[in-house]
């Protein structure tokens, strides 16, 4: 898979078709891009180009626990040089879970570069709010403290991370601890601060703010429930509302591979979104 030096770490990314309007796809979680090949290969298969990348400090590319802005709004500044360099400004973004929420900031922060949202299994509500913020930051900044870097390094995320990219336990180690709880700890800060809001991390002023013309599909389960996605729609002007044949279910996360039965209806509603922006 080929690597693209980005602001100062290496991304692993993977382009999916040979010619037509760019689609960048952002996983969920801090899961590599594999999670969205199936549908970024059907998007192909309708003469789009797919970009797909493991986001900085997820899949294979480089760990780098540094910077002042949100982890998030890193994420967004990478993808936007990634784009960049590939030429593939303007684009149609979006994503599921973290990714769809890494979506609406990347257009809130480089608005000019998006021609539509794609958005799947928007993520809100109490349970996500009690659950996330532990996972993606908490637990590790109590391993640091306990352990230091090698207790962050012996997680099972950042085992991972090492497996995908030996280079990232040298880097890992070489760091001091204080640093890193200093960096998780503005970063944890940073996430609270949206995770009470309809649309997790992003508030109704911004959401009212998107100009571009966007999609939202609902998820189906406590950490992505239909309600949030509801939201999103009612606060996006002119946004599509696509509900899949399913309910919300009572469990904690459905894994986006479980909605493989549903991969070609959802491949079909963003190539008729996309169809007659694709020219302006």
Request: net charge neutral; hydrophobic share 40%.
């Amino acid at each position: 898979m080929p690597t693209a030096s980005i602001r100062g770490v290496n991304i692993h990314y993977q382009v999916i078709g040979d010619s037509g309007p760019w689609v960048a796809l952002i996983t969920g979680g801090r899961r590599g891009h594999q999670e969205l090949l199936p549908i970024a290969r059907k998007l192909a298969a309708q003469n789009y180009r797919v970009l797909l990348h493991d986001r900085r400090n997820t899949g294979a590319s480089d760990v780098l626990i540094d910077g002042i802005d949100g982890e998030e709004e890193i994420w967004t500044d990478d993808l936007h040089e990634l784009l960049k360099q590939q030429g593939a400004l303007p684009a149609f973004v979006g994503g599921t879970s973290s990714g769809a929420r890494t979506s609406m900031l990347f257009y809130l922060r480089h608005p000019e570069a998006v021609r539509g949202l794609l958005l799947m299994r928007v993520t809100g509500g109490a349970f996500a709010a009690g659950r996330l913020p532990d996972n993606y930051y908490g637990q590790f900044i109590t391993a640091a403290e306990k352990g230091g870097m090698a207790a962050v390094c012996a997680t099972e995320q950042y085992q991972e991370r090492i497996a995908g990219n030996p280079s990232n336990r040298d880097r890992l180690m070489a760091m001091d601890p204080k640093k890193y709880i200093e960096v998780m700890t503005r970063w944890l800060a940073k996430f609270n601060a949206g995770i009470h809001l309809d649309v997790m991390g992003v508030t109704t002023e911004q959401l009212n703010s998107i100009k571009v013309p966007t999609i939202v599909i609902p998820g189906n389960d406590k950490t992505h429930s239909s309600k949030s996605a509801l939201a999103a729609h009612a606060a996006i002007p002119g946004a599509k509302l696509h509900r899949l044949p399913i309910t919300d279910q009572d469990v904690q996360l459905i894994s986006l591979g479980e909605w493989a039965p549903h991969e070609d209806e959802i491949v079909r509603e963003f190539t008729q979104f996309m169809r007659p922006l694709a020219n302006k």
